[in-house]
């Protein structure tokens, strides 16, 4: 087992800082980045109880990496696969339905601000000249436990 540090931010954001600059600051030192929109206007209100709700980006995945869903009282599973330039992954939970969403994303989200503040890397942003195709792939695989 790998233990390794988990930049959150929107841990960064609550605290008072500015993610971009931060992530600037300790570029390299941790290996995964868990990117997540945040906005507070009251840094004095108590605890967060929204930071509870899931709304977040995983990046650094791979094609060797799998998402599974397992619906334990069913017998049954998803497995979501995708390929190397699906390297981000949103994880969502509607506030007001009892539901999820796993999200493949070729990006970040705010990819182009992140892009232009100089992030490349993080952005995960693909650019293409006019004309030019680029293509990918995302599998679903249904299964039991």
């Known amino acids: 087992m790998c233990l390794a540090d988990l930049l959150h931010t929107d841990r960064v ?3 008072g800082y500015d993610s971009a600059d931060y992530l600037r600051k300790y570029a390299g030192r941790s290996p995964v980045v ?3 929109d945040f906005t507070c206007s009251n840094l004095n209100m108590g605890p967060v109880y929204a930071l509870i709700d899931l709304d977040d980006v995983y990046w650094k995945l791979n094609s060797k990496q799998k998402a599974i869903i397992e619906y334990r009282t069913l017998g049954r599973k998803m497995e979501l696969v995708a390929s190397d330039d699906f390297s981000y992954m949103v994880v969502f939970t509607p506030r007001d339905r009892p539901c999820f969403c796993l999200e493949n994303q070729t990006c970040s989200t705010d990819a182009h601000n992140l892009y232009a503040a100089g992030l490349k890397e993080i952005s995960g942003l693909i650019l ?3 004309g030019n195709a680029h293509e990918g792939w995302i599998r679903f695989t249904p299964g039991t436990l």
């Open 34 to 36: 868990h990117l997540k």
């Open 13 to 15: 954001c609550y605290a």
């Open 128 to 130: 293409l000249p006019p």
